[in-house]
């Protein structure tokens, strides 16, 4: 998730098909792997075959779905002490997934930063991270669910600390940030998904999943996951915890085995042109958009066209931009009951702005430009 895009904005959803229920069990895997086929609003096909006889493993963290938490404090930066215990936490779970993919066959495994709590740094210690695993860094800012996408670099994909998408009822769950519901072609999207389906592009499957029992469900739409429940949730912010060195032992094996069995998992391509759409609920609304010409909208939802993933995303993303626009209205709730003085100075300063930009005496600041020197980790 992007904690930070709670707070300022930030990934999109994508589809689910009904497939047979898991086996019972705290890691799972399936016994029989789909052929290649279509399915409705999908593709799914074979993995991309290795070009250059080096296997790579791309590690995608975020930090609600970690083992030993329960806490929703831990995923702001702001909340400095459970946000530091986090921290050790997810490089723990992090090391236990590169221990086993490095086990399972891996040359060499690359690990991003898909959480975003507002660290300007990356939000696993990096002093602490099996020195054998590399951070991802970019000199300009990037977007880890779709910007990394490049054909013949990875031969596998693997999550950790993953959440369950918006309205599952699991520990801190959401879908991108606060309030979002992102559909395509007909069906609500994990962020996991979403990282399948782009992913899916350059047909490098995602193969090991570890997050709370509530994940586990969403992630029947892709069977062939190796997964690991790191703890059953009980509400958005309440969890019941699995021993976390049992969870450990776990996610190491299940890493292992994921990748040695890269070549029968199943790449996602999405049908195009993608029908998306997202869904706003609370604090996130979407009714400002009701009755403008050229926009299909109906009960707090915005659909739209598209001709393939990417400018499917880039769309969803720009309504979750106008979506967040709903968080005023809690500000505004809170600033009511905490402090009314503020809110009242609020109006002066709006009225403020408003009466240079008339008079001509304000100028819009230029948009920043990413610092020299400064090296991007991906989600901040």
Known sequence: ??????VSAATLLLLACSTPD??????????SQPQEREEPGRTLSDPAPDTDGVVRALLYYDMEGL???DDPRSIFYRE???????RELLTADVNAAVEGLFAGGADEVHVVDAHGSG???????????????????????FAPYVDLVEAGVYDAVAVVGMHSRTGAGGFASHTYTLGM?????GSSVTETEIIGYSWGRVDVPVVFAAGDDRLQGNLSTMPWIVFVRVKDATSASTAELRPVDEVHQ????GAERALRGRASARAMKLTTPVRAALRAVPPARLDMLEGVPGIDYRDQTVSFEADDFRAAYDGVIALINVARGGYGDVLNEYL??????????????????WWDVESGRWTRPPRREPEPGRKYHGAS
């Open 336 to 353: 009511r009951e905490a402090d009314p003085s503020v809110l009242a100075g609020y109006s002066s300063y709006l009225a403020g702005r």
């Open 67 to 69: 083992s030993g938490q």
């Open 1 to 6: 998730m992007k904690c930070h895009a709670w």
């Open 119 to 141: 660290n300007p740094e990356p939000d696993v210690l990096l002093d602490k991270m099996d020195s054998r695993a590399r951070l991802v860094v970019r000199d300009t800012p």
């Open 22 to 31: 898991r086996e019972e069990g705290a890691e799972t895997a399936a016994s």
């Open 181 to 185: 519901d992102i559909i395509l072609n």
């Open 80 to 86: 400095r002490d459970p946000y530091t215990r986090a």
């Open 250 to 253: 776990e996610m190491r094996a």
